[in-house]
């Protein structure tokens, strides 16, 4: 997500109790051969345990292990399911973790004028990005194909929003939504979810406590997060009930700045974030059990949507 500050815009969700994972998509691509691949970069380490009384009422941290849930038996390729992502310059890409290989499927031609601004994709592999001006468009990727869809900009509010798939009790899919159309010093509207048969925007509820504009993914055990860029510096990232948008815990972060770029996905048990100061995006590792971030590598060019797959490696 391009963030919408003086200076530049925001980009790119998952249930609660249910089974959940979002912003993404099974690839029907091949993976790259694994690698022993390692960041070259300095690890920062968060010490939760370092506090003072002014913080008893502070928000809990991030549980780091996963509950006793149902595992997902449509998943025959869940061990090579990518990230997908697309840029502010229209291209998109997959992102295997294991290696940090990027790969260029295509350049999106959409019908419109705008950009990309935030992007989640199913588990069949489509994708679906928001873009500047507020429309709607679905992307195949496996070759970067780009349609209009019905939705209507500005439904309850969202001029702009930041989006990612989570996979739902029944088995199917929800989009779920964060209005983004504010920085970093502006509230957002809250959480909502869009209907992709009808392409109708249903509003959940404001953040509690209240958020700036923020990127969502989830996990495949239903949990729902938001990435978050302070007014300053550093970020966090913060767990939400999507059954009424409650802030339930949060974790800070050292990288992130109020004219970010960003993007965010959940694979192989750790959080991956995307962020864009300037032309050249940044990717973090962060590890919500040892709650150390990493610089993993870069990419040049200005990623703004994330999406992976509920069947993605926890």
């Known amino acids: 997500m391009r963030r919408l500050t003086p200076v530049v815009a925001c980009v790119l969700a998952a249930v609660g109790t249910s089974l959940a994972l979002a912003c993404g998509a099974r690839t029907g691509l091949d993976s790259p051969e694994e690698t022993d ?31 006793d849930v149902p595992i997902l038996t449509d998943c025959p390729d869940a061990g090579s399911t990518l990230i997908y992502l697309i840029t502010e310059e229209n291209e998109l890409l997959s992102f295997y973790p294991p290696t940090l290989a990027f790969t260029k499927i295509g350049n999106i031609s959409c019908p419109t004028n705008a950009t990309p601004f935030s992007m989640g994709v199913d588990r069949l592999g489509t994708a679906y990005s928001s873009f500047t001006n507020g429309g709607l468009f679905r992307i195949n990727t496996a070759d970067a194909g780009c349609q209009a869809t019905t939705y209507a900009p500005d439904q309850a509010g969202f001029k702009t929003f930041c989006m990612g798939y989570a996979s739902a009790s029944d088995g199917g899919d929800t989009l779920y939504v964060a209005d983004c159309s504010s920085g970093p010093t502006v509230d957002s509207l809250g959480l909502g979810s869009i209907d992709t048969t009808s392409f109708v925007l249903t509003f959940i509820g404001s953040f509690n406590p209240t958020l700036p504009s923020c990127e969502l993914t989830g996990t495949g055990d239903g949990r729902l997060f938001a990435y978050c860029v302070n007014q300053t510096t550093g970020s966090e990232i913060v767990q939400i009930d999507e059954t009424n948008a ?69």
Request: aromatic residues 10%.
């Open 37 to 67: 691949a390692e960041p070259d970069a300095v690890v920062v380490h968060h010490d939760a345990s370092v506090h003072d009384a002014a913080e008893e009422d502070a928000l809990p941290t991030i549980d780091a292990f996963l509950p």
């Open 246 to 314: 409650n802030v339930i815990a949060s974790n800070p972060l050292v990288v992130g700045s109020p004219n970010d770029g960003f993007a965010f996905a959940f694979w192989g048990g750790v959080f991956w974030i995307f962020t864009t100061p300037g032309g050249t995006s940044t990717v973090t590792r962060y590890d919500p059990a040892t709650q150390s971030e990493t610089t993993a590598t870069t990419f040049p060019g200005s990623i703004v949507g994330a999406g992976v797959s509920t069947c993605a490696p926890e």
